[in-house]
């Protein structure tokens, strides 16, 4: 059997009810499904996912099964095993419950063949789950004017902007040889922040590197009752992982450099503080929780933050200044700011709806009979208001 073109690692916990899409995605990739291999690591799901999986590793030979024996409750192990069974001239990782355009990874492995990068990048657009039209936006990051063009082998020293854009494992096309040499690894028991470690070793370690601005991935947004989001579930654990990955990142990366990360860094933390669940936290909690940050911000780059976070910047001067009460203060005034944006463009849309809806032809089509009935309607009180006499 040749070598494969691309190994796709997939870790995987009680995702029954999005594999099946997922897989479709993979086997529908205009690079030829043959060319894949596919390495699903199960964490010990308790759901009917690992029948799905079985039934998959039985009819096609190009798909591998691990079965961890204990529930590590992270991605990181997973994808760490995983990373030890490739045999693909490439890697890449996909989040089960995600999906590929169909050219997502014949884009990307064209240009890996013609520049010979280390890695190659491309970029997302997210959809929500509750959605059934699946409308897609591009998350702010790859809105940004420098990410509209092409980067062909390239270093971060060249480019060290790319180390404040949104951590996404999934979207890099990496030279398997080069995750062996360097001993890639992720940071195992986060379950969120762990793959800022491996990308920023990513970008430290290449050489060259190349970036498209073609969207190779779709990433689901699970907002329903029942899959709420991590943020949702362990504020707390989530905020501490955040500044832990901001931690163990730190020294891979010069001063210079540090700073551009951490925007990085702030907008997974700010995206949660200004969550009406962390001003739920007792006051003893949400204190220790900023005094963390405050680690995180000690020194940063004033006109960095101004540049991508204007409204938040005193949260950062207060808390890199140890000003922990007032940070809290300008916190819960950006939750209320966000409680009553929210509030007011639903109103907003409200009235587009309805204003639509009156102008509408349909609306002036029926105005007759709405006067005709509005008549009758006058007509039947009066008569009943003769009658009742």
């Known amino acids: ?66 079965n961890l024996p204990v529930n590590s409750g992270a991605p990181g192990t997973p994808r760490n095993e995983g990373m030890k069974e490739v045999n693909g001239k490439y890697t890449i990782f996909l989040d089960p419950d995600d999906l590929l355009p169909v050219d997502a990874y014949e884009k990307l492995y064209k240009v890996a063949e013609k520049w010979d990068s280390d890695f190659v990048m491309g970029t997302m657009e997210s959809f929500k789950d509750s959605d059934p039209k699946r409308k897609t936006w591009f998350h702010m990051t790859f809105r940004d004017y420098l990410m509209k063009k092409s980067y062909y082998n390239v270093s971060i020293k060249e480019v060290p902007f790319f180390l404040q854009v949104k951590t996404a494992v999934y979207l890099k096309l990496v030279k398997s040889n080069f995750i062996k040499k360097h001993g890639l690894r992720f940071v195992e028991g986060m379950k969120n922040g762990e793959d800022k470690y491996y990308d920023m070793q990513l970008f430290t370690l290449a050489k060259k590197f190349s970036y498209i601005p073609e969207t190779i991935y779709l990433y689901r947004t699970r907002d329903d009752e029942n899959n709420l989001s991590m943020t949702q579930q362990d504020m707390e654990s989530t905020i501490l992982n955040d500044c832990k990955a901001a931690e163990i990142v730190k020294p891979l990366l010069s001063d210079k450099q540090y700073e551009v990360f951490q925007i990085n860094a702030l907008r997974s933390l700010f995206w949660k503080l200004i969550d009406p669940a962390f001003n739920a936290l007792p006051y003893d909690k949400r204190r220790y929780l900023l005094e963390r940050i405050s680690k995180v911000v000690s020194s940063y780059n004033e006109e960095l933050i101004q540049k991508y976070f204007k409204l938040e910047l005193p949260i950062v001067s207060l808390l890199s200044k140890g000003y922990i009460d007032l940070a809290m203060e300008y916190t819960q005034m950006h939750i209320s700011r966000k409680f009553w944006y929210v509030q007011g463009n639903n109103l907003l849309k409200q009235y587009k709806r309805q204003t639509a809806f009156l102008n509408s032809k349909s609306w002036r089509i029926t105005r007759p009979l709405r006067i005709l009935n509005e008549k009758r309607r006058k007509f039947k009180k009066q008569f009943k208001m003769k009658f009742s006499q």
Not at 4 to 28: D, G, H, K, W
């Open 1 to 66: 059997m040749n070598q494969p073109y691309i190994s796709v690692i997939l870790p995987i916990y009680n995702v029954e009810q999005y594999i099946r899409e997922a897989f479709e995605t993979l086997l529908n990739q205009t690079i030829g499904f043959e060319h894949l291999e596919i390495i699903m690591v199960n964490d010990c799901s308790t759901d009917g996912t690992i029948k799905i999986l079985n039934e998959y590793a039985h009819k096609y030979t190009n798909v591998k099964i691990i």
